[in-house]
C-alpha cells in the first residue's frame, strides 16, 4: 500500500485517459498469450506433392500449377446446341457443349473454325424467347475420337446467368 501511496497515477496530467487505455492494452496482451496457450498456433500444412503423370494425372479435374483460367471450368452432360454466324442464323448447325464456365465454353462441331470468328450459339433445347449468344473462337483442334472438332470459345459478352445455366 505505501507503494500505491508514493505513486499517485492519478496526479499525473491525463490520467484519467492512459490509465484505462494501459489497462486495456494489458487485459488484451494477457488474453492473446492465454489464447497461444490454449490454442497454439498451427504449424503451416505443406501442400500435397504433384500427382505423378504416369498414374492418370488430369489437369482439367486436379488443377495444374500453370492454370491461367479466371473462372472455374465446369464439365457435365453434354448439350446440344445451335450454332451459326451471326448475320446468318437462320441455317443453323448442330453443335454439342462439352465444357463451360463463366468466360466461354468448350464446342464439338463438325467442321473446322478459324481462330477470331465470332458465332452465335443458343441452346438447342432453349424456347424461342432465349436469345443467341456470341463467342469467339480462341482454339480449334481436333477432337479426341477424329469426327470433329474441338473448339475453345470465348462470351464477347458474358450472357445473363439464367441463359448460361442453360448450357448445362
Given at each position: 500500500m505505501a507503494l500505491l501511496a508514493y505513486w499517485n497515477l492519478t496526479a499525473l496530467p491525463y490520467a484519467e485517459y492512459w490509465i484505462p487505455l494501459a489497462i486495456g492494452v494489458g487485459i488484451g496482451f494477457t488474453?492473446?498469450?492465454?489464447?497461444r496457450g490454449l490454442?497454439?498456433?498451427?504449424?503451416?500444412?505443406?501442400?500435397?506433392?504433384?500427382?505423378d503423370p504416369a498414374k492418370g494425372f488430369d489437369p482439367f479435374v486436379h488443377g495444374s500449377p500453370t492454370e491461367q483460367r479466371k473462372s472455374f471450368?465446369?464439365?457435365g452432360s453434354?448439350?446440344?446446341?445451335?450454332?451459326?454466324?451471326?448475320?446468318?442464323k437462320s441455317r443453323p448447325q448442330m453443335g454439342w457443349v462439352f465444357d463451360r464456365s463463366v468466360g466461354g465454353v468448350g464446342l464439338v462441331v463438325?467442321?473446322?473454325?478459324?481462330?477470331?470468328?465470332?458465332?452465335?450459339?443458343r441452346p438447342a433445347t432453349a424456347p424461342d424467347i432465349v436469345p443467341w449468344v456470341d463467342v469467339e473462337v480462341r482454339s480449334c483442334?481436333?477432337?479426341?475420337?477424329?469426327?470433329?472438332?474441338d473448339l475453345g470459345c470465348k462470351f464477347v459478352?458474358?450472357?445473363p446467368w439464367s441463359v448460361l445455366l442453360m448450357f448445362g
Open positions: 488474453f492473446l498469450v492465454m489464447a490454442f497454439g498456433w498451427r504449424p503451416r500444412v505443406a501442400p500435397p506433392p504433384a500427382p471450368r465446369r464439365t453434354s448439350i446440344e446446341v445451335f450454332y451459326a454466324l451471326p448475320e446468318n463438325s467442321e473446322e473454325m478459324a481462330e477470331g470468328l465470332v458465332l452465335a450459339v483442334r481436333p477432337s479426341s475420337d477424329g469426327k470433329g472438332f459478352k458474358t450472357p
